[in-house]
């Protein structure tokens, strides 16, 4: 998430506005700096040595009204930590990131592989007279520990501990659970062993990939078209190091339902995978990580079935992949979706659903465009069948 | 399209499957809508009129404890929520459960005290226009009442009369009777028949308007 915190001209930042960045939480923050306050060159640092600033160094050759800086906080280890910008020697803005750790889980819908986290009990009343493997009543997952940031793919799901542990659930027919022992599916939230330090995690239909801190990228999974990016078709029962990303520093990961997508601190955009109608980025299949071309510096990426969605640093989107149900906004195969179609807002996020697609903007409304087949842009009851 | 159901709900994070979604808001709030065939929504229902969800709905049994993270599977919803937590003295989570949970409690409790206060009003005028009834039965205002609260015609009427002024005159609805009096000889009191018609405000008494009316009119003759 991008957050801009705007400094005022006698250096200060709003209350508000700090308040708003601690329950945001963003991962990436821009500074917008008066232009009397610039000096010639400024030096960012953090104490933590989990958060990256890039570029560390700023030299401002001719006087501008902004400065963006690109932040990437990991705050893992600490609840919230201060990131000191030191303009010259006498600016000083702290920065409180806040990640509040979850202290239950609860889930809800099908169960038909045990991927709520629970056997299949079915409190509803609707379904004692003929029992469905669901629920519509949200159950408690029962776990030893607290999850901090979770993913789920068709039949299974990853979740981080605050400790940077992977705990897994449901379904591992090809192997998406990272553990070799479970053989169909398992309904007990049950740890990986060997992963550590883990940040984040992303789920296809049936991958599964994981982000370290130390900026390892695991993956395994059905491995068909490449998406595991190991430059194989192989499917993989234990995670196993991407070599092609070794050399980046990554920022996040995602997962489409064929596809796996890669973003750089710097905003460059890989993906691997299934070509799925365009929602890859290239024309072909991609067994390796491969920089997607055109597109400019990314800082949030959501991948659906068959299209691709996101958000560069100045607030437009770009879409990609398959146009039917007008889920790409407009009838081209590669769109985009600027502040002129968002009531002159720019984009914080987008997410991309199995046929629907929704734009979060800066200031906290949301856009949606798509399939309304099954209500799923959430418009008025009149406006869906 | 602009989602106008979400407007000022301050959503912060947002998560989709495949074909429904997930909407957290900054105060801890989860709207979901979309496809609920698997119960996916967690709206606790999975009865054919909540197969589709159009519209954005809160997931109100999740309301006491603030979220902070959803994801959605292709038809599983997550949702972790915190509360009781061991770092619950925090300033952040203090901030985030007193003002912002507690912000859209307030927002009820205001709507329920106007409520109340609506009612009390209904109840006043209520009694006001009961009060107004019992006290209009002697009604003693200038404005003409209805004829059917007025009070009913007397069954006759008298007429005094000096002797010297009496003129007898043969009428069927009349009885004549002669008193004697303590002043003078004696006085004459008419019964007059109670009225056939009574009209508004008037009461006219229809010997005498038919006795008019017999009369010659005097500017005639002139």
């Not at chain 1, 605050?162 to 027919?173: A, Y």
Request: proline share 6%.
């Amino acid at each position: 998430m991008l957050y801009t915190l705007k400094m005022e001209a006698g250096g200060k930042v709003d209350k508000r506005q700090l308040l708003l960045l601690e329950l945001l939480s963003p991962d990436y923050l821009m500074l917008e700096v008066p232009s009397e306050l610039l000096p010639a060159s400024a030096t960012l640092a953090c104490d933590d040595p989990a958060v990256f600033i890039s570029p560390s160094t700023l030299e401002f050759k001719s006087p501008s009204a902004e400065v963006s800086v690109r932040l990437l906080a990991r705050p893992q280890s600490s609840l919230s930590l201060a990131i000191r910008f030191s303009f010259g020697q006498s600016l000083l803005v702290p920065v409180y990131f806040s990640q509040l750790p979850a202290a239950k889980l609860y889930s809800a819908g099908a169960n038909d592989n045990c991927q709520l986290g629970f056997q299949n009990t079915s409190p509803d009343i609707e379904v004692e007279s003929s029992p469905m493997k669901c629920t519509s009543i949200p159950l408690e997952v029962s776990y030893q520990g607290t999850f901090t940031t979770l993913s789920a793919g068709e039949k299974h799901v990853l979740a981080v501990t605050k400790d940077g542990q992977v705990v897994v659930w449901g379904s591992n027919e090809s192997g998406q659970l990272c553990i070799d022992e479970v053989q169909s599916s398992t309904s007990v939230p049950r740890p990986v062993a060997g992963l550590e330090r883990v940040w984040q995690v992303a789920c296809g239909q049936t991958h599964s990939v994981i982000l370290t801190y130390e900026n390892k990228v695991y993956s395994c999974g059905c491995g068909q078209k490449g998406r595991l990016g190991h430059g194989s078709e192989e499917p993989l029962r234990q995670p196993m190091v991407i070599k092609e990303l070794l050399g980046y520093r990554l920022a996040k990961v995602a997962a489409g339902y064929c596809t796996s997508f890669f973003l750089d601190i710097e905003g460059k955009l890989l993906s691997c995978g299934n070509y799925s109608l365009g929602a890859l980025g290239h024309s072909h299949s991609q067994s390796l990580p491969t920089l997607i071309p055109d597109l400019p510096p990314i800082h949030q990426v959501s991948s659906g079935k068959a299209h691709t969605g996101c958000v560069d640093f100045d607030g437009t989107v770009h879409l990609f992949g398959d146009p039917s149900d007008g889920r790409l906004g407009s009838p081209n195969p590669r769109s985009e979706v600027t502040a002129a179609g968002l009531g002159n807002e720019r984009a914080r996020a987008v997410y991309c659903g199995g046929a629907h697609t929704h734009i979060l903007t800066e200031s906290l409304e949301v856009y949606s465009f798509g399939c309304n087949k099954k209500g799923q842009l959430g418009l008025t009851r009149s406006d869906f069948q | 399209m602009k989602v106008d159901y979400l407007t000022g709900k301050a959503v912060c994070h947002m998560s989709v499957g495949a074909d429904h979604s997930l909407a957290l808001t900054l105060n801890g709030l989860v709207y979901a809508w979309g496809a609920n065939q698997k119960g996916q929504l967690g709206i606790c229902t999975l009865g054919p009129n909540f197969m589709r969800v159009g519209l954005p709905r809160l997931l109100e049994n999740l309301a006491s404890e603030p979220a902070v993270y959803a994801a959605c599977g292709f038809r599983t919803s997550y949702i972790a929520v915190v509360s009781r937590h061991p770092e619950s003295d925090t300033k952040v989570f203090k901030r985030w459960t007193k003002s912002l949970v507690h912000a859209d409690r307030g927002v009820q409790e205001r709507a329920n005290y106007r409520y109340s206060l609506a009612r009390r009003q209904i109840n006043k005028e209520k009694l006001k226009k009961e009060v107004r009834e019992e006290r209009r039965c002697p009604v003693f205002s200038a404005r003409a009442s209805p004829v059917s609260r007025r009070s009913p015609p007397p069954s006759s009427y008298y007429a005094f009369w000096d002797s010297a002024a009496f003129i007898e005159k043969q009428d069927p609805t009349r009885r004549v009777h002669l008193f004697p009096s303590h002043k003078r000889g004696h006085s004459v009191v008419t019964v007059f028949a109670p009225p056939s018609t009574v009209s508004e405000g008037i009461h006219h008494f229809p010997t005498l308007s038919r006795t008019a009316a017999l009369r010659p009119n005097p500017m005639l003759l002139l």
